[in-house]
């Protein structure tokens, strides 16, 4: 009995009851069957259900998060402005270089080099303090201020951040070799220090890498002890060129030999010596090449300490350096295949243009056209804002012991992170 009850139970209610019993009994039957599909249907709707409100909340959620940063990246650009704006328009109010209030204007559209020095000093005693008086102490703030005429398509490397070179838009450019290279102290804070065996290499497509028809390779190169090198040949700086010739630039030791001491200069099939004796100091080394220069002996230049100095021989004919690209790579400190500079070197620059005496006098004194490089540097892989201003800058520069007044456009860059 008990192992067929519900099937005797349907049959005793088919026989109390009339047809209707029996159809009530099938209908029974029915709805027993029909109640498990719908639960079952009632399960798998509740899980498209949650699904479905789980989806919703993701991407309200995803939504609000793209707002509020969003929202986050137009608040800080619209600080970066600001601060920008204070900078260039305001005149400030300064004892010494405390600043009562911020400012650098000496009246619109120039700023007051002066003033740009107090900010430089003051940024770098009370980072805190410039950030309060800024109205930006939630964020992080880096100003720079660099001589326009030094923006042009070139590769320049203070090293004082780091083994990061910059191009022209400031944009990083990280060496594609470093080995065995080390920061010491250089001429403007840290410079590199590049062993014999040391390599330092560049890519060049995003700074050297197109055609120049004229160019200055310029850095500041210090030997601790020349007496002490062994006599062979010391490579500062070298690179390949698009025809591939090559250009470079080396120091010679040959004790007793005629190329002793010697800077040997190589660009495209054209190589020149310039004595060179060491002193215990930096030295300022500029290579300018210029192929629209009608005058042979114009064509190169070398300049030791911001004085030219004539070729003390050329170890072949000079030919004109007609347009050709630094490609694919620079050694700074070094060469793909041989003696590197066993010397320490900084702010390092390459430009597209051939410089002036005066340009090459500047550039000695200001690392890489920098006025002022203030706070901590640009991060990368997370959102900044910047802000570029264009304003004028008047200058008292030394050429040949003389004072000289130069007048020249600066851009000034403010960039803001949290």
Known sequence: MGKHKGQINCRLYSIDASRKGQSNC???SIDASRKGQLTFEFIISMIFFVAIVA??????????????AASQEAALQTKAIQVSELLVRSGGAWSGSTPLSIGLSSGWPEINSTKVAFLDAYCSVDYVGLLGRLDAEQNKVRIEARRKSYLSPNLSCGFDAGFACENNETVLIQ??????VDFVTGRFDIGIFSNESDILQYPTANSVGTPLSAGTIQFWVKYQDSSQLEDGIYTLF?????????TGIAYIKENG???DNML??????TSLLVPFVLGSGNHHITFVFDALEPDINEMYRVYIDGKRRSPDAF????TQPY??????SVYIGSVSSGRAANATIDDFRIYDSARSEAQIEQDRGNQAGRLLECGLPVPSGISTANAQRIALVNETVDVDSQPVSIVEPVVLNVWIWR
């Open 175 to 180: 060496p594609a070799i470093q080995q065995g």
């Open 257 to 259: 030999l005629p190329r």
């Open 315 to 318: 170890l072949s004919a000079v």
């Open 238 to 246: 070298s690179a390949q060129l698009s025809n591939g010739n090559i």
């Open 26 to 28: 099938r209908l029974y």
């Open 323 to 328: 347009p050709v690209s630094i490609t694919p």
């Open 55 to 68: 989806y919703v909340l993701v991407l309200i959620a995803n939504n609000f998060s793209a707002f509020s």
């Open 264 to 269: 040997n200069f190589t660009f495209n099939s």
